[in-house]
């Protein structure tokens, strides 16, 4: 696939994601609540619905307008989406991706309380709608890193991309490869990120691609106390025949020590 067809497949793609979330009352972030003084006591959110600030997203509701729009472009999707150095069945190579892929590079300010590193032992998925009563929780390990510090600057996000992020599972390690990120809203009590990846699952035993998805993510993160931070999300995945799923995750991550 030449480099010209696959930034034409990633704007098909990026399109589709922000068509399947047109109306942001869905992810609950139209509304945030206003700064705290003191964010390291910024009161939790208690579940998906984001009981603590005005303008969440009830328990048990979709958002139907969202619904239609996704339904109606996800069949637009197909093979020719996936890169040909992405595509099922080869070797994972770093260095392919990166010659392959191209974005733009922006840097973002970020608050004190979430910059830094970050562990993450686990997470528990949810289905799309419905009350948090039967989440499954399994394990990840991955580690999150928001920012490097600049003494003049605080902590500075610098999105560049293609930037490749290792999660590791049971059988295999997943490879996210975001093409795209943005911070939406960032203040002392919140901060909201979309971002746009193709997530690479790769066997253990052979090193070889076993599937290959695009996912756009909404992400809201929170402050729980000084040393952990909630990250609330909805995940839209299409896979390579164009079929689509959604999601909501939640994780818990402690800081890291410098």
């Known amino acids: 696939m030449s480099r010209v067809a696959n930034y034409l497949a990633i704007a098909t793609l990026i399109l589709l994601c922000s068509l399947g979330a047109a109306n942001s009352s869905d992810w609950g972030y139209d ?14 959110a208690s579940d998906w ?25 996800s069949e637009q999707s197909g093979n020719g989406t996936i890169p040909s150095s992405l595509q099922p069945g080869k070797r994972f190579e770093l260095s392919a991706v990166t010659h392959e892929l191209h974005g733009e590079e922006k840097n973002y300010s970020l608050p ?35 920012g490097t510090f600049d003494g003049a600057n605080g902590w500075v996000y610098a999105v560049k991309v293609p930037r490749v992020h290792q999660i590791d599972e049971a059988d295999f390690v997943e490879y996210r490869v975001e093409i795209a990120r943005e911070f939406p809203t960032i203040n002392d009590e919140q901060v909201v990120t979309k971002y746009q990846f193709y997530a690479v699952q790769v066997s253990k035993a052979d090193d070889l691609i076993v599937s290959t998805r695009f ?19 909805i995940l839209t995945s299409f896979d ?19």
């Not at 609540?33 to 910024?42: I, L, Q």
């Not at 997203?57 to 472009?73: H, I, M, Q, V, W």
């Not at 032992?121 to 989440?135: A, F, Q, V």
Request: charged share 25%; aromatic share 4%.
């Open 240 to 258: 390579s025949e164009g079929n689509r799923e959604r999601s909501r995750s939640i994780l818990r991550l402690t800081r890291m020590p410098p």
């Open 31 to 44: 509304s945030p609540a206003p700064a705290k003084k003191d964010a390291s006591k910024a009161a939790p």
């Open 49 to 73: 619905g984001y009981e603590s600030s005005p303008g969440g997203p009830k328990p048990g509701k979709s958002n139907s307008s969202d619904e239609r729009a996704a339904e109606s472009t």
């Open 112 to 146: 004190h309380w979430l910059g830094g590193s970050w562990q993450c032992n686990s997470e528990t998925k949810y289905p799309i709608s419905g009350p948090l009563k039967n989440g499954v929780k399994h394990s990840r390990r991955e580690v999150q890193t928001y």
């Open 215 to 233: 996912q756009c993510s909404t992400a809201r993160i929170t402050p729980l106390n000084k040393t952990q931070i909630q990250i609330a999300g």
